[in-house]
């Protein structure tokens, strides 16, 4: 069974640093690129930021310079280091795995940039 778990959301003020986490478990994690893309309430889910599995990254024009994908593949985890967090930067954050034409997806996680 494939599982992707998000951690590290929460309530973050304005200007700070969180670092996401998603953990991977029934797939051969080094062979899929991973992503995080995020969703705000009355939205549609966005791209944030992918790494592939040879560590080629994409970023949106939004966050480019505030945030960092990086991908460990002996603990089968994708991070989202950001930086410099927006009241625009709240969201769920959703990370994604896929490879060809398989697609998995995680549960998400709420991160709230609020003073």
């Known amino acids: 069974q494939v599982q992707l778990v998000e951690s590290g959301g929460g309530l973050v003020q304005p200007g700070g640093s969180p670092r996401l986490s998603c953990a991977a478990s029934?797939?051969?994690?080094?062979?899929?690129?991973m992503g995080w893309y995020r969703q705000a309430p009355g939205k549609q889910r966005e791209l944030v930021a992918t790494?592939?599995?040879?560590?080629?990254?994409n970023y949106a024009d939004s966050v480019k310079g505030r945030f960092t994908i990086s991908r460990d593949n002996a603990k089968n985890t994708v991070y989202l280091q950001m930086n410099s967090l927006k009241p625009e930067d709240t969201a769920v954050y959703y990370c994604?795995?896929?490879?060809?034409?398989?697609?998995?997806w995680g549960q998400g996680t709420q991160v709230t940039v609020s003073s």
């Open positions: 029934g797939i051969i994690f080094k062979f899929y690129r």
């Open positions: 790494i592939t599995s040879g560590n080629s990254t």
């Open positions: 994604r795995a896929d490879f060809l034409t398989v697609v998995y």
